[in-house]
């Protein structure tokens, strides 16, 4: 993995190392996109791979077109696979099931695939607006295992919350 620090794309944060997870919490779309184009700007110049898990209040087609609304060449790099954009259940959920361990080897084999493919690392984004009673322990099991994912490795990783949903301190 190169050392040094990455342009993060996200003001507040400036440059960061690999491995760095960090959280943004929003109340609109526009301050998902206020902060997620920005990132994933940055991820895109500097040849990393980047991966969008997008929910609520953004659907795929949304997010792409805000992408190439933004991104100089967004074209380019959509059509060479440089960035994908799911859904949450695309990537969360098999059979409406979600798995912290099946999402986690997903991110790690992503990953080996991105830099087998010549980039230099990887940048992700995940939404997780559809929190329930059910599912908090779940995710927060999630955010413990993103940890381990990341540190020490060639991943810059932005998870996004909802303040409609998210009750901070309880999981």
Not at 62 to 67: E, F, G, H, N
Not at 133 to 151: C, P, Q, S, W
Request: glycine residues 8%.
């Amino acid at each position: 993995m190169q050392i040094g620090l990455r342009h993060s794309g996200v003001s507040a944060a400036g440059d960061v190392p690999w491995g760095t997870h960090f959280c943004h919490f929003y109340e609109t779309s526009e301050d998902l996109l206020d902060i997620l184009i920005p990132f994933f700007k940055a991820g895109l110049e500097n040849n990393e791979f980047c991966m969008w898990v997008v929910f609520d209040p953004l659907t795929e087609d949304q997010a792409r077109q805000a992408l190439l609304r933004a991104v100089p060449e967004g074209d380019r790099y959509l059509t060479a696979g440089q960035i994908e954009i799911l859904s949450y259940s695309e990537w969360y959920l098999v059979d409406g099931e979600f798995d912290t361990r099946r999402v986690m080897s997903g991110w790690k084999q992503k990953l080996t695939a991105a830099l087998a493919s010549g980039y230099d690392g990887m940048r992700i984004s995940g939404n997780i607006a559809p929190l329930t009673d059910g599912t908090k322990k779940e995710f927060a099991r999630y955010e413990l295992a993103m940890n381990e994912v990341v540190a020490g490795r060639a991943i810059l990783a932005l998870c996004t919350y909802p303040l409609s949903v998210t009750k901070i301190g309880r999981a």
